[in-house]
């Protein structure tokens, strides 16, 4: 999909996304900073922590048991995201509770320093291999 798909989706977005953006944009979850309608591969996913890469979908009844989203989030997952999906309801009557899952979603996500190893010792650092 492309960019300005993304755009017009961003001017189209459910109460159910306003409302989670509210809370998702400006980093105000977890300090980390999402993105709304990003497109990834050719997807536009609701929204997105490319750093965290975790994916956060906000579904209509229309998506129930969706066998496109299924095989959507199957190839989101094999580039290394994790998908969160909530309903819109959950999303406007439960506000708190979906935030609280996906800041326990953020938490278990590696960050991106984590992944690196710790850099080589410098030379003359670390262990003595001098003999006496």
């Known amino acids: 999909m492309s960019l300005s798909q993304a ?5 189209k977005m459910t109460d159910a996304e306003r409302r989670l953006w509210h ?5 105000r979850l977890a300090g980390q900073k999402f993105k709304r309608q990003v497109p990834i591969g050719s997807y536009i996913v609701d929204f997105a922590c490319l750093s965290r890469k975790l994916i956060v979908e906000v579904d209509g009844g229309q998506h129930g048991e969706s066998l496109r989203d299924k095989r959507r989030d199957a190839w989101l997952e094999t580039q290394g995201f994790e998908v969160l999906r909530f309903w819109n309801n959950d999303v406007l009557k439960n506000t708190e509770g979906v935030l609280e ?8 996500r590696p960050s991106p320093g ?13 262990n003595d291999c001098r003999s006496s």
């Open 101 to 108: 899952l996906i800041f326990i979603a953020l938490k278990e």
């Open 7 to 11: 755009k017009v989706l961003r001017r």
């Open 114 to 126: 984590a992944l690196r190893a710790p850099p080589s010792p410098r030379r003359g650092e670390g």
């Open 23 to 27: 809370w998702l944009r400006a980093h």
